[in-house]
């Protein structure tokens, strides 16, 4: 597991709610099996410089121990909080134990008046110094740190590519023999495909000629008996019209001879007639 440094600072009309952030990071720490070496409430102190339209901020400090993938289960309490000025998460090379820098300068009434002696100068010139060492041994720890992870991650980049190219030559040999059964499994299917055909084709060849046999049988049957039935129509057609013929000649006999008989009638009434006409003239001519 690896030390941390944990400082914030909180909104100081808010200080209920910096502690409560306070016991809740230590709750999380304690959640996650990690062990609390020094909690402090530093309190009020004079900022270096404006935040947020504030003068004055609300410290807060924790020196704990935990494993740095657990770390944002605690770093994640500090999001999207509003009241939150200022954070530091600083990695530790062992546990801090004893009073902070931070605690003493604050309990240290002079320290915390706003004059601007010598000894203020001082002070806060030593804390920046200690400060910026820190810093550069957190620096140079972190660069040390990258240098081996990069190391390592080298060392598993060089075998994993080395597993890699092996499991493709063995997975392209696999593949080409695989190809090569496909492929001859096809040819003989091929082969297969076109006997088959060829038989196939034949067999439809005899079938064919044999249909061909049979419709040309039957349609010279066909046609034999439609010439018979031809021949057996042409000939009662013409006794049909013979017969017509017959009777239509007799008809036409007995219509001159019915003519003949009224003509003959006619002559005959009409004789009468004019025999009465003249009569009626004579006897006229008389009077």
Do not use: W
Not at 22 to 40: A, N, P, V
Not at 54 to 64: A, D, P, T, V
């Amino acid at each position: 597991m690896n030390h941390y440094e944990i400082i914030y600072i909180f909104n100081p009309d808010e200080k209920e709610l910096g502690k409560s952030l306070f016991d809740k990071i230590l709750e999380t720490t304690k959640s996650i099996k990690g062990q609390i070496h020094r909690s402090e409430e530093i309190g009020s102190r004079r900022l270096a410089y404006p935040i947020k339209d504030f003068y004055r901020g609300e410290y807060f400090l924790i020196n704990l121990e935990c494993n740095s993938s657990e770390l944002a289960s605690i770093t994640d309490l500090f999001k999207f909080n509003e009241n939150i000025l200022r954070t530091s998460v600083l990695k530790k090379k062992q546990a801090e134990t004893g009073k902070s820098a931070l605690m003493e300068q604050t309990k240290d009434s002079s320290y915390e008046k706003d004059s601007k002696d010598e000894g203020l100068v001082k002070k806060v010139s030593n804390e920046a110094k200690e400060v910026l060492s820190k810093a550069e041994e957190v620096v140079e720890d972190a660069i040390e740190e990258v240098k081996e992870a990069a190391e390592k991650v080298e060392e598993v980049v060089e075998d994993v590519v080395e597993d890699v190219v092996e499991k493709a030559e063995e997975i392209v040999e696999a593949a080409e023999e695989v190809v090569e059964d496909v492929v001859e499994k096809a040819e003989e299917v091929v082969e297969d495909a076109i006997e088959e055909v060829k038989e196939a084709a034949e067999k439809v060849e005899e079938v064919v000629e044999d249909v061909v046999e049979d419709v040309v049988e039957k349609a010279e049957e066909i046609v034999e008996a439609a010439e018979e039935v031809v021949e057996d129509v042409v000939e009662k057609a013409e006794e049909v019209v013979e017969d017509a013929i017959e009777e239509v000649k007799e008809a036409a006999e007995k219509v001159e001879g019915v003519v003949e008989e009224v003509v003959e009638e006619a002559k005959e009434k009409a004789k009468g007639v004019f025999a009465k006409v003249k009569n009626v003239f004579k006897s006229d001519k008389k009077k």
